[in-house]
Every structure is written in structure tokens, then in C-alpha cells.
């Protein structure tokens, strides 16, 4: 499934989704965005600290998916059905 996909919500989304070429940026006041689907837009360090939680330096490939099944493990929340990612810890 298309990255763009896993982001629409019915009900939610709207009803028109345009993708830019890749390297092209919409005007924006912020400057830039982390929005797009391309794989360069998806490499986004992650930083996770807290009770519980140990110390850990990983340089293996982690996905912007799997936040969802590691913060719900954190919180002990049951993982959503269209959560795509791996429990990291």
C-alpha cells in the first residue's frame, strides 16, 4: 500500500491528495515539511526517552510507521489494526 494511502482517514482526509515531484517543496511559512512520500522525506532520526525505557544506540533502519506499535507497547495501549510498523523495544 502507498505511503499516501496509509495516510488518509475517511471522514477525515479530504477529498483531493496531490503528491509534488520529488525534491519539491509547496510554499510554506515553516520553511519545510516532512510530508511527502519519498524515501528520502521518510529518514527522520528517532529519539525515545523515559520510565522504563533503557539506554540504547541503534544505527539499524527503523520506519516513521513504527511509532505507533512502540509508543502503544510504552503506554500499554492495544495496537491499532492498520498500524503497519514493528514494536521497536
Given at each position: 500500500m502507498a505511503k499516501?494511502?496509509?495516510s488518509y482517514f475517511p471522514g477525515r482526509s479530504s477529498d483531493v491528495v496531490y503528491i509534488l515531484k520529488p525534491y519539491v517543496i509547496d510554499k510554506t511559512i515553516?520553511?519545510?515539511?516532512?510530508?511527502t512520500p519519498w524515501e528520502y522525506d521518510t529518514?527522520?532520526?528517532q529519539l525515545w526517552?523515559?520510565?522504563g525505557i533503557?539506554?540504547?544506540v541503534s544505527h539499524k533502519p527503523v520506519s516513521?510507521?513504527?511509532?505507533v506499535p512502540t509508543l502503544s507497547n510504552i503506554l500499554g495501549l492495544q495496537v491499532s489494526k492498520y498500524a503497519v510498523g514493528k514494536k521497536l523495544f
Amino acid at each position: 500500500m502507498a505511503k499516501s494511502q496509509r495516510s488518509y482517514f475517511p471522514g477525515r482526509s479530504s477529498d483531493v491528495v496531490y503528491i509534488l515531484k520529488p525534491y519539491v517543496i509547496d510554499k510554506t511559512i515553516a520553511g519545510t515539511n516532512h510530508g511527502t512520500p519519498w524515501e528520502y522525506d521518510t529518514h527522520v532520526p528517532q529519539l525515545w526517552y523515559g520510565v522504563g525505557i533503557k539506554p540504547e544506540v541503534s544505527h539499524k533502519p527503523v520506519s516513521v510507521e513504527d511509532i505507533v506499535p512502540t509508543l502503544s507497547n510504552i503506554l500499554g495501549l492495544q495496537v491499532s489494526k492498520y498500524a503497519v510498523g514493528k514494536k521497536l523495544f
